[in-house]
């Protein structure tokens, strides 16, 4: 199925309301009137997102706030920071369900502050690691905690 | 760094005023100048320890939405922590003693 570009529409309406043959003016009326996305097919996905996030920097370039705030704005948003932080946070928060609520705050919640921050400055490249190493760690210190306080052993290290 | 170094290296970072595990790591990074870098996993296990053992006490701080609304666990020397904290100084600055000698 055929998507019908803008343009053509534009292209379409001039034909019916023009009086005179077909050239070279009438098309330019056409572009005169509507924006041209002839290139726009040759932009993928990917560019498209980064030119949003070029205005969104763009934005936060005109925000009246402290310089380092506006540079971790600028960097969280060229980076696409909030989605990341938020991803992370949700499967640490699913994965937190399971654990003794002081690994929660105390480890976890370490974590999450780490992986904000990095985040905040545009560390974007390690999240997924630093999210990898909080579930092993808060996992593996969970057991630890749970074998000294509810069943009396000592942990094996 | 071995388990005793990580325990020595937490409590000395404890001297000066209390802390969380975050900063904790932190502290001990920028004195060393990066030399030391504490394993996060291995820290809170640690810090845990060295309160059942009487050396530290920890209280919660006010909940933070940088941490999704849980609040920090603060951690501090207790008088027997502050002694064993400063007898480690003293057995550390006796072992460095001839490198420091040498420095000036």
């Not at chain 1, 706030?65 to 699913?94: C, H, K, P, Y």
């Not at chain 1, 502050?113 to 400055?121: C, F, G, K, N």
């Not at chain 2, 820290?43 to 320890?49: A, F, G, K, T």
Request: hydrophobic share 40%; no cysteine.
């Amino acid at each position: 199925m055929s998507k019908k570009r803008p343009f053509e529409s534009a292209r379409a309406e001039a034909d019916r309301h023009h009086d005179g043959p077909p050239n070279r003016d009438r098309r330019r009326s056409a572009k005169a009137s509507e924006p041209d996305y002839r290139f726009s097919t040759l932009i993928p996905g990917d560019l498209r997102t980064l030119a949003a996030r070029a205005a969104l920097a763009a934005q936060a370039v005109r925000y009246r706030g402290s310089q380092s705030d506006r540079v971790a704005a600028i960097n969280a948003l060229m980076t696409g920071g909030e989605s990341l932080r938020r991803r992370s946070f949700r499967v640490l928060d699913v994965w937190s369900a399971i654990l003794p609520s002081r690994i929660v705050n105390e480890d976890l919640g370490d974590y999450l502050e780490d992986i904000a921050l990095r985040v905040a400055h545009g560390q974007r490249t390690l999240i997924y690691v630093r999210v990898g190493a909080a579930i092993f760690w808060t996992g593996v210190n969970a057991v630890g905690y749970v074998m000294k306080h509810v069943l009396g052993r000592p942990k094996a290290t | 760094m071995t388990l005793l170094d990580t325990r020595t290296a937490l409590l000395q970072a404890l001297i000066p005023k209390a802390g969380y595990g975050l900063e904790l790591i932190d502290r001990v990074r920028e004195r060393t100048r990066g030399k030391l870098i504490l394993l996060q996993g291995r820290v809170y296990p640690l810090l845990r320890d060295l309160e059942s053992e009487g050396l530290l006490r920890s209280y919660d701080g006010d909940a933070l939405p940088e941490r999704g609304g849980r609040p920090r666990r603060y951690y501090e020397l207790t008088a027997e922590g502050r002694r064993v904290a400063r007898a480690d100084a003293t057995a550390i600055s006796a072992l460095l003693a001839p490198a420091l000698g040498e420095a000036r």
